[in-house]
């Protein structure tokens, strides 16, 4: 984003882009930007474009690893823009991570490309954001196996407490209210189904408190996301990535906003991945691009004022 009033441009290949809409039969004017100080001027007119070549012409579905190179300079220099105070916030597309796994990228997903370039040892916080529901999970892209044996008071601790002041600053909640999930089914049933809940979850919990927020639970978490529930906190805090994801994308798939805290600028991303089945054919939906776009906006201006 350019600003905070929605004007935006793309980093992407300029004649890739021209391709795509004519092949599509979109009628989608694009202009080349050198600056994003240029954004405002071009923005009513046409799309602005910051043009970065690809390496060699892409074909739709079929990611190419001479290209890796240049996604990853376009994440770098979008971060460098907002930090230099030339953009108000980044959003990104989804990028197939495996390919850039083989091209020798050394992180597990954007976030954490993202926090390096920022400079910041506290890990990040990845939050899905929707009108319905929001939810962080506590650990994001491991086995089930490795999320259990990394739970602990600790990081629950930490993770909300950069919840809570994020849903302050970015989201305008005075008193933010979280919701922590149980590991177990049942939250452990007392023990009888996991101690987790009693020997990590709860004093994670009592600590929060001690800190003056205000968290509560371990509550079962298959009774946690249905419409009553979700009216009595702000944030779900949830054990591990399904847990979290699978309620928000079953909820409002089209409107949820991947959402990074912790970060020293604002950055969103829609909640989906690259649709490769799909990509070039025109099928794909927009609205969680649209959306991302659009809390990006609204943080910044909080930010700003």
Known sequence: LANPDSAFFIIDDLQRLKRLAEELGFDVPLAEIRDPAETNDVFAKALPVLHRALKVEPVPGHPDPENTGAIIDSITLAVEMVMAGQAAAV??????K????????QFPGHTEFLAKLAGIDTPPVMMLASSDLKVVPVSVHVSMAQAIADLSIDTIVALSTITARALEKDFAISAPRLAVAGLNPHAGEGGGMGMEESRIIAPAIAKLQELGIDARGPWPPDTLFHAAARETYDTAICMYHDQALIPIKTIDFDGAVNVTLGLPFVRTSPDHGTAYDIAGT???RETSLLAALQMASDIAARRSQ
Do not use: Q, R
């Open 282 to 284: 025109g099928k794909a």
């Open 98 to 105: 495996k390919s850039l796994y083989d091209a020798g990228f």
């Open 91 to 96: 959003v990104t597309n989804p990028i197939h």
